[in-house]
């Protein structure tokens, strides 16, 4: 597979001409992104050693009067939202923009309603969708704009469906009309939506599997929003059908595809039920979340595989490893054999991480096996080349796959899609937040 | 239930616990130097704190209070009666002399934790922040520390507990802990399992402490850019 460069693409596929910096690793992305945000965001991936250096660095680190006041989103947007609630994100924004400039900028809650978050502004943070977080993350980046002296954005093309691209790009002119700087900094690749498509001959084979979900009720929020009788709960409509792996779950921004995925695997809590009978008959569920730095838990390779299980999963992992580097050169480190990283004491790539959690998850040959968003942080060669390994190497041991995307450019590998699409309830569903539906055909797939 | 009076409630239950007050001194002893009302209390605060915040945070907190109060009741007990045995005393007497204190300890702390708890969570500190936050004359230097509080109390509470037990959830990481260490057996296999467990929670432990801690420079620089107030300016709702 040839390497393409992003700025081939972005010219052709986003429409844009906002100044991009692009990246080989999410590491080099990251590490440019915390010197321009003034060390603002620290790692958490790379073990507690660094973990601590960060923490110090940020915290002693004295603030210069004359610094240039800098809005940024991250590549995770979850990560630069202070408060609580979206009212109180965009009320310290406003509060931090009306002192800085002479000229007030709208209220909140007139920003909320032009973001669509009108009917979230009282809602936790953590019970927004995917989708409302990135609009209110962008809501409080379109505030900051009358006092910002530049705007910085990780990763959009990754986080952002490619529908929302004129919001954002609106958002990024406003900038430029008042004379501030605005610049992305992306990853090679991220900003292409050419179809992705396996070499000749090679493509994975497909590999049928069952699901049902029946009277699902999925519990969003903590023990503390039930004390303080916040609705915290979604609905899902029934499901039972077959389906053909691998098989892609599509939608937009937020519409339930990772929350559905969560329940399948038993990572959230839920009444009803939620089963995938795969070849092996009904087993468990495992699930490769988007933010695979945080389900790690800091935890080293020695403590993700215990010495039992690490034979079989260096089986797993080489087999992996070997395959992703059949199809692309990995950008940035090379992929050392699972013996040699195990004895290697630098920090695991989010690359290495991503194949290290597939490989463990592929060894107990569970019912199916879920990546959820799994290009996020990677390249689009390296991305492409992940996704197909784990389908091969999930397919050899009978584990259908499904993969959660946003982008429909995935489509093209996939051998069945469900399309998500999230409604609200009706007035007699009562401590419902929305209802998501799942249908065969896309409607109005991009 | 509102706010209000699912504090008043549990405010009222904590009253003899919290301030030492012995509001029955006199009654008849279910063990020797045991009250049969001190279990009457301890029971009373849980049947409480399952009326007044229901019964999921009581399980929760319950689990807390267990894992709080395990170690430290069977490991002082047990300290104790080795070093009273060891002084002289005979392994009855010895017991004899400090059973009534760890049972009282027990039931102290089966009432003060779930308690301690439950009147954490019933504070509603988001609406305190909204409270705080909704001005137009600034935020005075004693309101930005609290901000400060409740926005670490918010993400531990929020995203850094949730998303640890999303992921113990997916990889099912106590049931693993718990799994039979292949064909070793008696204390060998219980040493084995109890070496994963232990090390298990510690990583646990250690990473919700960095999650919790990991945004605070970042909320400090936030908090701290609010504008400060003035002293004439007085609040007003926006």
Known sequence: MAMRTGEDNAMQEWQHDIPTRYFTTYEALEEAFRRRVAGLVPRYHAGIRIFWDDFQRIYDRPTPASEVYEAYITSNPRDCLAFGTPFQVLQGAWLSARRRTADPPDPPDKVAERFGLGAHLHQSIRSLSGGETVRLAMAKVHLLAACAGRLTVASPFSWLALDHWGDFRQLANRYRACGTDVELFALEGEDTVAPAVAEEGTGPAALPFAWRLKSLHLDLGSLLDHLHDRPVCAEVANVDESLTSPCLFWGDNGQGKSLVAKALAGAISFKGEAAVRGPEGVRRVRLLFQDVLNQTLMRSMGQLVPRPRADETAVVYDELRESVQRRVVPSGRPLLPFAEKRKNAAPLGLLEIKILLAAVRLVDRQSVLILDEPDWGLSRDDAVAYVTAVVHAAHGRGVPVIVISHKPWWQHLARSVRCFRKEPTSPQDAGHLFRIRITRLPEGAS | ?238
């Open chain 2, 1 to 238: 239930m509102n706010s209000v009076m699912r504090l008043t409630g549990l405010a009222i239950l904590a009253v003899p616990v919290f301030t030492g007050l012995a509001l029955f001194p006199e009654s008849r002893p279910a063990l020797p130097g045991v009250a049969w009302l001190s279990f009457g209390y301890a029971f009373l605060v849980l049947i409480g704190i399952g009326a007044l915040c229901g019964r999921a945070l009581l399980a929760n907190a319950l689990a807390v209070t267990v894992l709080i109060l395990a170690p430290v009741i069977y490991g002082g007990a047990t300290v104790s009666w080795l070093l009273t045995v060891l002084g002289g005393t005979s392994p009855e007497a010895a017991g004899a002399m400090h059973g009534a204190h760890y049972v009282r300890l027990t039931l102290n702390m089966l009432s003060v934790i779930p308690l301690a708890l439950a009147l954490v969570a019933s504070i509603p500190f988001d609406r305190l922040e909204l409270r705080l936050l909704r001005t137009e004359r600034g935020i005075a230097s004693g309101e930005k520390y609290l901000l400060m509080f409740i926005r670490v109390f918010h993400h531990t509470v929020y995203f850094v507990i949730p998303n640890i037990l999303e992921v113990m959830r997916e990889e099912t990481l106590l049931r693993m802990a718990a799994e039979k260490p292949g064909h070793r057996s008696g204390l060998h296999r219980f040493q084995i399992v109890g070496r994963r467990l232990t090390a298990g929670l510690v990583q646990i432990g250690i990473s919700s402490i960095c999650a919790a801690l990991r945004f605070i420079p970042l909320w400090a620089r936030e908090i701290d850019d609010l504008p400060r107030r003035t002293p004439q300016h007085h609040r007003s709702q926006t």
